[in-house]
């Protein structure tokens, strides 16, 4: 490789980032999707964009990846401009939508020897990749049967299968788990870890937090065309107020001493409850209920809450995270 020789805005000896926007916007008529989108994700790592339903991911995802052009702004994939140079980035990239690309009249294998020729590949190489990517997604039973008896994560794992039979550097998958059970969802983001580790760059959409938190080195939050926070998981965790323990107690009297002894808190009288800052450590806990024990105060129970993404969602878009989750 060139090492960056053609592109001046880079430190000498340095490849391009694997996505790189500024300034995105898109809009339909008077209807707003993207207000502005800055991204840059480093090659080799894994950024969700994480956002409810409607936020403007796929948009982002379309633009990325050629299928539509934004209205203003630049973007760079691989190093090359999705507008001036479609043809480079189309070769650079897989993209796996929300909506599967699976024929679902043929079966797998007869699916993937499809893709093989979209990329030109000799028949033997052709087979030799399908075989191999089979094999791999755990799907060489079911490889000769119509895709239209698979189950949802077959069908997933199939699509993601299909989008590697070009051998792509840089995958985009728009919302990969988004109705997939609990099973099939920790497959796929098995998936996603191993091809990460063999160097891929992964931009993926998601609207499931837990998903944002497990897979992606940096996570931005978009929200109605904006994004809204920007971050490493922990980072982001770092925005909400921390973490706290809530004590019940049996009776007011145990509950007035308690908050005496500790001098800080918020008490509940009715529901006989305190809670007080910590940080969900096992040193911070013996010292509370040292603390406690030492005035002789009888807890009844108690439990920890440390911040989740599900708080940093709520403190940046002011709602919660079930509550846009239920809207669909
Ligand atoms: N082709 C289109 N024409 C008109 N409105 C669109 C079109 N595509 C998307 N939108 C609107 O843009 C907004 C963002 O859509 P989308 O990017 O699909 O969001 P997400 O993928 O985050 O759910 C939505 O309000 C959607 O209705
Ligand atoms: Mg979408």
Redesign the pocket.
């Known amino acids: 490789m060139l090492r960056g020789m053609n592109s001046p805005r880079q430190h000498p000896g340095q490849a391009p980032p694997a996505i790189e926007a500024l300034g995105l916007r898109k809009a339909?008529?008077a209807?707003v999707?993207l207000d502005g989108i800055d991204l840059r994700v480093p090659r080799g790592t894994i950024f969700s964009l994480l956002?409810?339903?409607?936020?403007?991911?796929?948009?982002?995802v379309q633009i990325l990846s050629t299928l539509i052009r934004a209205d203003a702004g630049t973007a760079r994939i691989a190093g090359h401009d999705v507008v001036a140079e479609p043809q480079s980035v189309r070769a650079a990239i897989g993209v796996t939508g929300?909506f599967s690309a699976v024929d679902n009249l043929i079966t797998g294998e007869e699916n993937m020897a499809l893709m093989a020729d979209l990329h030109h590949l000799d028949r033997r190489e052709g087979r030799r990749v399908t075989a191999e990517l089979l094999e791999r997604f755990d799907l060489v039973d079911a490889a000769k049967k119509p895709a239209a008896t698979y189950s949802g994560g077959m069908r997933r794992r199939l699509d993601l299968a299909m989008t590697l039979v070009g051998s792509p550097e840089v995958i985009f998958l728009?919302e990969p788990t988004t109705g997939l059970d609990p099973r099939a969802r920790h497959a796929v983001w098995q998936i996603i870890r191993e091809l990460v580790d063999g160097g891929v760059t992964v931009f993926l959409?998601t609207q499931y937090l837990e998903e944002a938190d497990q897979l992606a080195d940096r996570i931005a939050v978009?929200t109605d065309g904006r994004i809204v926070a920007e971050g490493t998981a922990d980072e982001l965790k770092r925005l909400v107020p921390g973490g706290h323990v809530r004590l019940r107690f049996l009776d007011p009297a145990e509950l007035a001493r308690a908050a005496e002894v500790l001098g800080v808190g918020l008490r509940d009288d009715e529901a006989l409850t305190l809670q007080v800052p910590g940080d969900g450590s096992v040193h911070t806990l013996r010292a509370l209920l040292d603390a406690l024990d030492g005035a002789r105060v009888a807890v009844d129970s108690l439990t920890m809450h440390t911040p989740d993404l599900d708080d940093v969602f709520f403190a940046v878009t002011g709602r919660p995270e079930h509550e846009k989750v239920r809207t669909r």
């Open positions: 339909y008529g209807k999707v956002g409810p339903n409607g936020a403007g991911k796929t948009t982002t929300q728009d959409t978009l």
